[in-house]
């Protein structure tokens, strides 16, 4: 397993196949790129079906052991159960979604060995959903999140962005996920530095300090340095007492409402525990998901050159807050003058 400067070992990637959606949520960045999003109609940017796997091969020669596919919205992809049923042994797939293309193809997916499903759902108000999505697909979502349940794809993560809109949403989406079996809720905290309107912002600290009162069970998880929330109950491997447990594995069991904060923003822990490198749809290698002058292309795709370019990204990986960013004597994040031109 390749090892950054920063002793970060790289043990997962996330794969954009698209920068194509069927959505115009008002928080998108587009895994960092900002809202690029091109036509429906696929595009001769995109990588093709081969481009994809022989990436995903040279990385597990790397022992990678995770891929996540993600957008734009993925399942515009004709192609992605090939994608999926191609995926290199031993590695584990996940797919984030806006959900509304499961019903139909999610038991295809689970054939061809998708393991996992984020879908992202930012309110159970109707209203309020599509004012976020700037879409009327809300059932869609309901139906593609039952879809994934029924196909066997247990626990379904639903992704939630908390900001200024869908902050007050929070107490009901967690209740949601505590009384419906199979369900779990990642609660992602606004990032203004990728998105912009820094005024939509809200302080994530409020949101655990909530879910602290509200939780029966804390874990603390080594990826990222994340904190779940078990509300409404307690995984299954809890020995009793409110404990913590450093385990980096996704929960198998989904005994009462899990609920994770995704919390990157001016958190040097998460980025000094990140071990993930991204490629965009379009086959540039990328680093960190806040930067954009670091993405590498892989040319024409030959193994050569892939193998080259991910040895080169993960030896020159930065973490982002702590190192590229840090804090001037005010207090205030600056860029790094070590890295400007790099």
Known sequence: MLVDQFGREVSGVRVSLTDRCNFDCVYCHNEGLGDTRGPMEPQDDEMSTDDVVRFL????????????????????????EEIVRRTPDGMETSLTTNGTYLPGRAPGLVDAGLDRVNVSQDALDQEAFAEV???????????????????GLQPVKLNMVVFEQTAGYVPEMVDHVAENDGLQLQLIEYMPELAGRPEWAVDIQRVHDWLEEQAEHVEQREMHDRRRYWVGGSPASESGGNSSDSSDGDPTDDTGGMVEIVDPVGNADFCAN?????????GYLKGCLNRNDDLRSMGEMTRPEIRDAFRETVHERVPYYGEYMIKDDDGEWTINEEYIGV
């Open 57 to 80: 091969e040279v990385a597990r020669e790397f022992d990678v052991e995770a891929v996540k596919f993600t957008g734009g919205e993925p399942m515009l992809r004709d192609d992605l």
């Open 133 to 151: 999505t700037q879409s009327g697909e809300y059932e869609a979502v309901i139906e593609g999140v039952e879809a994934a349940l029924d196909a």
């Open 274 to 282: 990140c071990h993930r490198v991204r490629v965009t749809h379009e």
